[in-house]
């Protein structure tokens, strides 16, 4: 796929770790230039150094749900040359919390990053991608989208949103040859897990291998799915919900 990637550009939102930053790296390795974007600005300069891939990576810091954050990001990626060819919609945040003391603050936080923050993303993008009538778009959703979970219902239902928004977007963007994919990843060994509060390491590690496979998911297994989604290997997938979670959920 690497002469594929020579000469286009993509953007990566929630870039500084976990499955944003291996797919930062894998587009890197096969010869884009990419711009990651993240809220947290030491985590995004030490993923760069990581990366080492010189000009063709540049970061851009900001909050996914302000717009002024997404255009000035959108506007780095002009910068880079080519034509915006792949968006990977990673930021997201994972918070836990009763219904009974959710806050009305706390619930648009959570929508704010992980549902207005894919629709702020995937719109600049489109206009990007729409004069050239190509490109591609994988947005992130969740197992919990579709299953639930206890004092998950923010997070639920932003995810949810997400598969719904994806499966729109992919049908508008159809007749101008642009694609559009969600994932929904049950449990991974990102940081998310462990940020939740009164968790043990044991206790992570068992939900991490709670699936028929037996196997811990790594970011890298989703990272490999998103680049595939990205890649014209997939020109004929789009307005799909795809699940990666070693057989844990079904549906």
Request: aromatic letters at 4%.
């Amino acid at each position: 796929m690497t002469s594929e990637w020579n000469g286009k550009v993509a953007l990566v939102t929630g870039a500084a770790g976990g499955i944003g930053s291996d797919v930062v790296a894998l587009l890197l390795a096969e010869g884009a230039a990419v711009v990651a974007f993240d809220a947290l600005a030491e985590p995004l300069e030490a993923a760069r150094a990581r990366w080492a891939a010189g000009d063709r990576v540049q970061t851009a810091v900001g909050d996914v749900g302000d717009p002024a954050a997404t255009a000035a990001a959108f506007a780095a990626a002009e910068r880079l040359g080519g034509p915006l060819a792949a968006l990977a919609a990673c930021a997201g945040i994972y918070p836990q919390g009763a219904l009974e003391t959710l806050s009305d603050a706390e619930w648009q936080r959570v929508q704010r990053v992980n549902l207005r923050g894919v629709f702020l993303s995937c719109q600049a993008a489109a206009r990007a991608m729409l004069p050239h009538r190509a490109g591609a778009m994988v947005t992130m959703s969740s197992g919990l989208g579709f299953s639930g979970a206890p004092e998950r219902a923010a997070y639920g239902a932003s995810k949810a949103g997400v598969a719904a928004f994806t499966k729109s977007l992919a049908l508008e963007m159809a007749p101008h040859g642009i694609r559009a994919n969600a994932l929904a990843p049950g449990a991974i060994d990102t940081p998310m897990p462990r940020g939740l509060p009164g968790r043990t390491e044991e206790q992570v590690q068992a939900g991490l291998v709670n699936n028929p496979l037996h196997r811990v998911g790594k970011p890298r297994d989703v990272a490999n799915l998103i680049l595939f989604l990205l890649s014209e290997q997939s020109a004929h997938i789009t307005g799909q919900v795809i699940h990666i979670n070693g057989g844990g959920l079904m549906p």
